[in-house]
């Protein structure tokens, strides 16, 4: 007859309540729950862990009757069945998965504080929000969309598209404002065809305008003319409209005989195609180079006709973005050594020579130059200060 083994027994409250050591690889076995434990002949059983279960385990009721952690550490761990390996199970940490989400919505939204790297040129076809201030360190592009010549109909201003239009005039036309975002700003610069004398008509089609001044604007009607009308959006349905008579497309402003008001222009060049007469002060701003070390120094003109410069070491000059026509002066100071040096561009010096620069500590030298579309020609007044 063949020996039977049997494990040692009892229901779980039973092994509870009598609490005993199992000896060294001892088994104990929960007959109403199926478990068991083993022995280490040191360790209680109400101490010791289950090393065995006899039913399948129900996950998710387990799940959902553990204790909440509100806030995991990089240290804890997540399931999850790998689908690259039949579906095995795998443990994924807290620190892992953040870094695996970092990466993918890096690719979705822009990092606050950080930079875009782009090629030469992005283009955004769809609404995109930025909830940081955005810093730009090229030009910011907003590409112009032409209606070409409209004769009649209603043509919809829309927020929509890009904020720069440009429509050419074939007849007396009606323009309907269509409601839009809260802050848009619509440029529409109207041409006038080659009859001249067309009118629009500004029609309420969703959002009503109030002009600058208190009332619709009245075109240019030369033939061929321009004006620009600024819309703001106020908010979704009410627009606030601004007129600019005899205007061409940016970056160039041809400024029509007319009295231009005090304020601050918009960036670009102006045009002035007849006199120009000023009743008050012309100035430009001086701007400071600081020192020049021993390198070279490059003064762009567009940062004003007027640049100062401290010579603090032996140092080359160079110049570049010149208007022909334009005056510009440098102001040269020398340190508290003097005696400092400067290497030119090309010049053409008053008496065909190179000046020699004062060279006293502290003294101070003024270069004037006039650009004539080709060459720089300057003259040098020497040693200014008090007497």
């Not at 929960?30 to 279960?53: M, Q, R």
């Not at 959006?233 to 627009?239: A, C, K, N, R």
């Amino acid at each position: 007859m063949a020996d039977i083994i049997q494990i040692r027994r009892g229901t779980a409250s039973q092994w509870a309540s009598t609490n005993p050591i199992l000896a060294d690889g001892e088994l104990g076995f929960e007959t109403d729950t199926k478990k068991g434990k083993l022995g280490n002949g040191v360790t209680a059983w109400n101490s010791l862990p289950y090393s065995f279960t006899g039913e399948s385990v129900n996950v998710a009721e387990q799940i959902e009757a553990s204790p909440v952690k509100a806030t995991p550490v990089d240290a804890d761990d997540f399931g999850i069945t790998d689908s690259a390996s039949s579906n095995s199970l795998k443990k994924l940490s807290w620190a892992n998965l953040k870094a695996t989400l970092k990466t993918y919505f890096d690719t979705l939204y822009q990092v606050a504080g950080s930079y875009m790297t782009l090629g030469t040129e992005q283009t955004v076809t769809a609404s995109k929000t930025f909830n940081q201030n955005i810093t730009l360190a090229k030009a910011f592009i907003n590409p112009t969309h032409d209606y070409g010549t409209v004769s009649s109909g209603f043509p919809p201003i829309q927020t929509i598209l890009s904020g720069i239009r440009t429509m050419t005039l074939g007849g007396n036309i009606s323009l309907s404002l269509q409601s839009g975002d809260a802050g848009a700003i619509i440029k529409l610069y109207l041409i006038q065809d080659a009859t001249g004398s067309r009118t629009v008509s500004w029609v309420n089609g969703g959002a009503s305008i109030i002009w600058a001044g208190g009332s619709a604007p009245t075109l240019s009607t030369t033939a061929n003319s321009r004006d620009l009308v600024i819309l703001t959006w106020l908010t979704g349905t009410l627009i606030f409209g601004e007129f600019v008579s005899g205007t061409t497309l940016v970056p160039s402003h041809n400024q029509n005989a007319s009295t231009v008001q005090a304020g601050t222009f918009a960036s670009g060049d102006f045009i002035f195609p007849n006199n120009l007469d000023i009743n008050g002060q012309v100035s430009s701003p001086v701007n400071a180079k600081g020192n020049s070390g021993t390198g070279t120094v490059t003064f762009n003109w567009n940062d004003g006709n007027i640049q100062a410069v401290t010579l603090t070491g032996n140092c080359t000059f160079a110049f570049s973005n010149p208007k022909s026509g334009a005056s510009y002066q440098i102001i040269i100071t020398q340190d508290a050594t003097g005696s400092r040096t400067i290497t030119w561009p090309t010049i053409h010096w008053e008496g065909k020579a190179v000046p020699t620069l004062t060279g006293t500590a502290n003294s101070k030298d003024i270069l004037t130059i006039t650009y004539d579309g080709t060459n720089y020609n300057a003259i040098i007044a020497k040693n200014f200060g008090t007497p």
